[in-house]
């Protein structure tokens, strides 16, 4: 299973746009790269999940350069409500076992 | 669509006895299902990787015994906390995979909180 580093932390305001890097250096050539949102008290919520160039959403973008060793969720115009912890995680398919690493805190200021 | 259900949201129980926590895919049937521990401040760990009709798979340091889990359906994984303990009381997620005709995700449920007194 291909190990993530992201930040631990990072702050933002409201109505900015917010990148989250993260480094999958080992990431194999069936892996796919997933981020999820965590509130507390709840379960992950998926956000987006691409393998290579740019996916688009409604609500992010997910940038994966050519080597794929890394990729950056792009949240636009972000509000308080995306306060959250977020989770880079790679994945084969639906039957493979997900490792979370520490994610990324995120915390939106007004 | 994909829709995870966990029930109870919440348990308080006394220590020594056991708590079932059940874990639905609401909208497609799931071959495999994974439970994770979540305690304060800290990411989700894996306990276990249940597929329908076969024993689950547990991580290292788990107790099999202890954390029993069945997936008699594709809809339906069960969690049994036996002789639950107050070191037990945390945050349990359950999520589920198997959306047929695509590369996909899991998706998780909302997470039931046990507390043990």
């Known amino acids: 299973l291909a190990k993530t580093t992201q930040p631990i932390s990072m702050d933002s305001y409201e109505g900015q746009e917010v990148n989250i890097t993260c480094s999958h250096n080992?990431?194999?050539?069936?892996?796919?790269i997933t981020w999820y949102q965590q509130f507390p008290s709840q379960g992950p919520r998926f956000i987006i999940q691409?393998?290579?160039t740019k996916v688009t959403n409604e609500v992010a973008s997910l940038f994966i350069p050519a080597d794929r060793k890394s990729s950056t969720l792009s949240l636009p115009r972000v509000s308080l409500s995306d306060t959250a912890v977020y989770y880079c995680?790679?994945?084969?398919?639906?039957?493979?076992?997900?490792?979370f690493g520490k994610g990324t805190r995120l915390h939106i200021l007004p | 669509g994909a829709v995870v259900s966990q029930h109870p949201s919440w348990v308080i129980c006394k220590s020594g006895t056991s708590v079932k926590i059940e874990c639905r895919s609401l909208?497609?049937?799931?071959?495999?299902m994974f439970w994770y521990r979540q305690f304060p401040k800290q990411s989700l760990m894996l306990m276990a990787t249940?597929?329908?009709?076969?024993?689950?798979?547990?991580e290292q340091g788990v107790e099999k015994d202890k954390f029993l889990i069945n997936h008699a359906s594709l809809t339906l994984s069960t969690l049994t906390v036996t002789s639950a303990h107050p070191e037990d009381s945390s945050f349990y997620i359950c999520?589920?995979?198997?959306?047929?005709?695509?590369?996909?995700?899991?998706?998780f449920g909302p997470g039931t909180r046990l507390t043990v007194l």
């Open positions: 999520s589920a995979g198997g959306l047929a005709g695509l590369t996909d995700t899991q998706y």
């Open positions: 080992n990431i194999a050539t069936n892996d796919y």
């Open positions: 691409g393998y290579k």
């Open positions: 995680l790679v994945v084969v398919g639906v039957g493979d076992k997900i490792i």
């Open positions: 909208d497609f049937q799931a071959t495999t």
């Open positions: 249940s597929n329908e009709g076969s024993k689950a798979t547990y």
